[in-house]
């Protein structure tokens, strides 16, 4: 059986542009393709439920789709697709729990929290235990590394080739990564059905950071064809989807999902000819306005909230600042720069004041941007960003020699490739527009 | 399920001859409450915990090429925080940190124990 997801096949409804390069597929290969998505995480998350084994349960369910691959063509889509699925896929797992039990091996199963409830084995109207498998994924337990890429493996169906492109690991790195957690799991009895009520909400905290984790690594500059990986970081925006379908008012929630999707909706204009195109160069007509709409739309249901719903709502406010400019002159920076200032002062976060920083160079001058970048290499040591925006505010501002000098040591500093030729090429530039000025 | 709880002190919890007698009181009454906590919590059972004297009082003991060399102190400088463990028999992970709330604010590493074949002889 060799069939298994992937956008080289087809992918309906989806949030990447790769689709309409796909070969046409039959009807039937288009219908599993569409379960696949729809239903995986579904399936596999009340296969752990009634199972309790996370890695026979995985594997069951990856077999149950090679069957229908071979079967649906032939025998035609069954009338309840995902019951046949689950049908299929739990008589698997059973078959090998039998095959340890005849072999003296016993497995552990996942430990379970006193207040988990086995969902009723009833295969027909599936039930829906993904936020327990959400939940178990992210558990602070885990290396942070390992749960954005357990929850795209497990709740999303996302490949492991796919999820290794994505952290641009290789497929070895990322499939051993995976198999330690799932092991620490069970090891270490991180159980399944979710935390004690005094601490739903900073775990469902610990949930966004992880979901924005994975989005963002979609937008961390890679090589080639890879520079960026924005289908994979639209896994990231479905996992946030599902999740707001599952919780719609949790606020860190709806604000997580708003700047996802806020941020991704900028992804075509984000490279052209194989380079990374800035926010102000961007072609806007490449956003994607009903994307746009939908974040300002969970917005508006927001109002002030606290702890980490905050932080990421004031973001989300920043991202729509910029979606709603129709050109770079139109970015209301005031606004941006005082939701920078609240983020600060809630965070003490250094990158904040950095970006700050930038805000307010737009806002009032780059003067006035220098000046909150003082002091900040303490905040942020190693940090090439520090560096690179003093030389871009120096360079504003005339200051041509701090600007070279910070080019300089952003250059010595900077680690990503791309990003590093990029500060190059800025800095020669500079050196010839400084000789023309002289 | 058998946990490993280490409390060891760097934290907000100092080393326990540093405190005053009445917070060493205190730090005893929070030990008690854990103990409480565990016997009247669901599948939940102290197997055994103790207090380990200061790290002063430490020997370390190294084999090196074949020969067993014994000496003065703890066997890294981390060690030196340890100030005592807990064996826990808790049905989960979460169910633990939870307890585990009820102690002094120690740093705390909390490792399953392995279970180990039983002895055929």
Same mark, same amino acid.
Request: glycine content about 0%; hydrophobic content about 25%.
């Given at each position: 059986m060799t069939w298994k997801s992937g956008r080289s096949s087809i992918c309906p409804k989806?949030?990447?542009? /790769?689709? /309409?390069?796909a070969p046409p597929e039959t009807p039937a290969e288009l219908r599993i393709e569409e379960v696949y998505r729809a239903e995986w995480g579904r399936l596999l998350a009340l296969l752990v439920s009634r199972t309790r084994r996370l890695d026979l349960a995985e594997d069951g369910l990856a077999e149950a789709f090679a069957r229908a691959a071979a079967r649906w063509p032939i025998d035609g889509t069954p009338a309840n697709p995902a019951g046949w699925l689950y049908t299929t896929a739990h008589r698997q797992v059973v078959g090998r729990i039998r095959a340890e039990a005849i072999a003296g091996r016993k497995a552990p199963l996942l430990a379970v929290s006193p207040s988990w409830v086995r969902p009723d084995d009833v295969p027909v109207e599936l039930e829906d235990d993904r936020l327990h498998l959400i939940l178990l994924c992210c558990h602070p337990a885990l290396p942070s590394e390992s749960r954005s890429a357990l929850a795209l493996r497990l709740v999303m169906g996302t490949s492991t080739e796919e999820i290794a492109r994505l952290f641009l690991v290789s497929t070895a790195t990322m499939a051993a990564r995976l198999t330690r957690a799932k092991k620490k799991i069970v090891q270490a009895g991180i159980p399944l059905g979710g935390p004690f009520e005094d601490e739903f909400g900073l775990r469902l905290d610990e949930v966004c950071r992880t979901v924005y984790l994975a989005f963002t690594a979609g937008y961390a500059p890679g090589t080639g064809p890879d520079l960026l990986r924005a289908d994979l970081a639209g896994d990231a925006v479905r996992l946030a989807t599902v999740l707001h379908t599952l919780l719609p008012e949790a606020a860190q929630v709806r604000a997580t999902l708003a700047l996802l999707l806020l941020q991704h909706a900028r992804r075509a204009a984000r490279v052209c000819d194989g380079a990374l195109v800035t926010l102000a160069d961007q072609d806007r007509s490449l956003w994607r306005q009903e994307e746009i709409r939908a974040g300002l739309r969970l917005l508006d249901g927001l109002h002030t909230e606290v702890g980490y719903a905050e932080e990421v709502r004031l973001q989300a406010l920043i991202a729509a600042e910029h979606a709603r400019a129709i050109a770079p002159e139109a970015t209301n920076w005031a606004m941006i720069a005082s939701h920078y200032a609240t983020l600060e002062a809630m965070t003490g976060s250094g990158i904040i004041r950095l970006n700050r920083a930038v805000a307010v160079a737009e806002a009032e001058s780059p003067t006035a941007g220098l000046a909150l970048l003082v002091g900040l290499e303490e905040i942020l040591p190693g940090n090439h960003r520090v560096a690179a925006v003093r030389a871009e505010l120096a360079s504003r501002a005339g200051k041509l020699e701090l600007a070279q000098a910070s080019y300089r040591t952003a250059i010595s500093l900077c680690t990503n490739e791309i990003e590093r030729a990029h500060l190059i090429t800025r800095l020669a530039a500079l050196r010839t527009s400084g000789s023309l000025e002289r | 399920m058998k946990y490993f709880v280490l409390l060891a002190g760097y934290g907000e919890m100092p080393l326990w001859e540093d405190l005053s007698p009445e917070e060493q009181e205190a730090g005893l009454a929070q030990h008690y409450a854990f103990a409480e906590a565990c016997a009247a919590r669901d599948g939940v059972e102290m197997l055994g915990g103790e207090a380990l004297a200061d790290v002063s009082m430490a020997t370390t003991l190294r084999t090196r090429n074949g020969e067993l060399v014994v000496t003065d102190g703890p066997f890294a400088e981390a060690a030196e925080h340890i100030g005592g463990f807990y064996v826990i028999d808790a049905p989960d992970l979460d169910t633990l940190i939870d307890l585990c709330k009820v102690l002094p604010a120690y740093d705390m590493e909390i490792r399953p124990v392995l279970d180990m074949p039983e002895d055929a002889g």
């Open positions: 989806t949030l990447d542009e /790769s689709c /309409s390069a | -």
